[in-house]
């Protein structure tokens, strides 16, 4: 029997519970970037059915965007991801014709899938992927596309900000202590530190010619207070949210960074114990609760050549 697919690397595993966080983060990620709902008007050859498959689905949070939002009869829908934890109930995703399946996206799609698919969709997998596994879901992904197929593609890089500030070097102490840990985390899993920066790359070798990329700095927490959409809307309103969600990615990355050695308080002394770990997540925690901070998320369309 084959053994079931895993990636170590991915920080949130096993945590059946991530569902409602996936669907209630997608409408909030949208907004960033002054997105409704996903109609994939534009994309579709309005002569036939089109296929659309959403790759690490998750919570199936864009699939059933588009399910609600796009002529049902115009699109054929098709969802993966490496585990099952957070698809929804069997009824939704049967009431919606979804056909949805496990797969490893850094292993080729079956045979029969290759050049089908008119539209494929990726999100969030900053905190899955090394450079090497972008590289291969990337090349799988181009191989299940029709050539001139659209590939959607949206996430974060690695470094957190205190608001509008380039200079990573220009943040706040305690947030310059944060991103310590989070650059050393990258050095230890493959994480793609800019993936604004270190998409459009690997997307040309992979034969991908982007479209468009729209990269915002978003807002978690007290940020979204002031910060704005990209076309200049307000945020304001998800900011205890979008603050317990950067607090749940430091507490998940210092657990890490713990049991990998590398976590150090602000002046470089190792913190080896447990104890010392909640104390130090407590004191970054809090700054981020009174704070918030921005990260910069990239969206991009491209093309199979
Ligand atoms: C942060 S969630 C994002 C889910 C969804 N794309 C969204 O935007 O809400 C990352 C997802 O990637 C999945 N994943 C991690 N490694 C994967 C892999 N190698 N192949 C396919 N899915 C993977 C996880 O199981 C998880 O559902």
């Given at each position: 029997m084959a053994s079931?697919?895993?990636?170590?690397?991915?920080?949130?595993?096993?945590?059946?519970?991530?569902?409602?966080?996936?669907?209630?983060?997608?409408?909030?990620?949208?907004?960033?970037f002054d997105k409704g709902p996903v109609t994939l008007a534009g994309f579709l050859d309005e002569k036939r059915v089109n296929k659309v498959l959403d790759v690490a689905a998750g919570s199936l949070a864009?699939?059933?965007?588009?399910?609600?939002?796009?002529?049902?009869?115009?699109?054929?829908?098709?969802?993966?991801?490496?585990?099952?934890?957070?698809?929804?109930?069997?009824?939704?995703?049967?009431?919606?014709?979804?056909?949805?399946?496990?797969?490893?996206?850094?292993?080729?799609?079956?045979?029969?899938?290759?050049?089908?698919?008119?539209?494929?969709?990726?999100?969030?997998?900053?905190?899955?992927?090394?450079?090497?596994?972008?590289?291969?879901?990337?090349?799988?992904?181009?191989?299940v596309l029709r050539p001139g197929g659209h590939l959607f593609l949206f996430d974060y890089d690695i470094v957190w900000f205190n608001g509008a500030e380039t200079d990573p070097n220009l943040t706040a102490p305690w947030l310059s202590s944060l991103n310590r840990m989070f650059l050393k985390q990258a050095q230890a899993t493959g994480y793609v530190i800019s993936l604004s920066e270190s998409l459009p790359d690997m997307l040309a070798e992979a034969s991908f010619a982007v479209k468009e990329q729209v990269s915002c700095r978003c807002p978690f927490g007290m940020t979204a207070k002031t910060c704005l959409s990209v076309n200049g809307a307000s945020l304001a309103g998800d900011e205890d949210f979008t603050g317990e969600m950067a607090q749940m990615i430091t507490t998940r990355l210092s657990t890490g960074a713990l049991a990998g050695g590398y976590l150090e308080d602000n002046s470089g002394k190792p913190i080896t114990t447990e104890a010392g770990r909640l104390q130090w997540i407590e004191k970054y925690n809090k700054e981020i609760g009174i704070h918030g901070v921005t990260i910069q998320g990239t969206q991009i369309t491209a093309i199979r050549v």
């Open positions: 079931k697919p895993s990636n170590d690397r991915y920080l949130f595993k096993n945590n059946a519970a991530d569902n409602h966080r996936l669907d209630r983060q997608f409408h909030i990620y949208q907004k960033f864009w699939t059933l965007d588009v399910a609600r939002s796009t002529d049902p009869s115009m699109v054929e829908l098709h969802a993966c991801d490496i585990a099952a934890d957070n698809f929804p109930p069997t009824s939704v995703i049967d009431a919606f014709s979804i056909n949805t399946f496990i797969h490893d996206a850094t292993q080729p799609f079956p045979e029969e899938m290759k050049g089908q698919f008119d539209v494929v969709n990726m999100r969030l997998l900053v905190y899955a992927f090394s450079e090497d596994q972008w590289k291969k879901a990337l090349k799988n992904i181009c191989e």
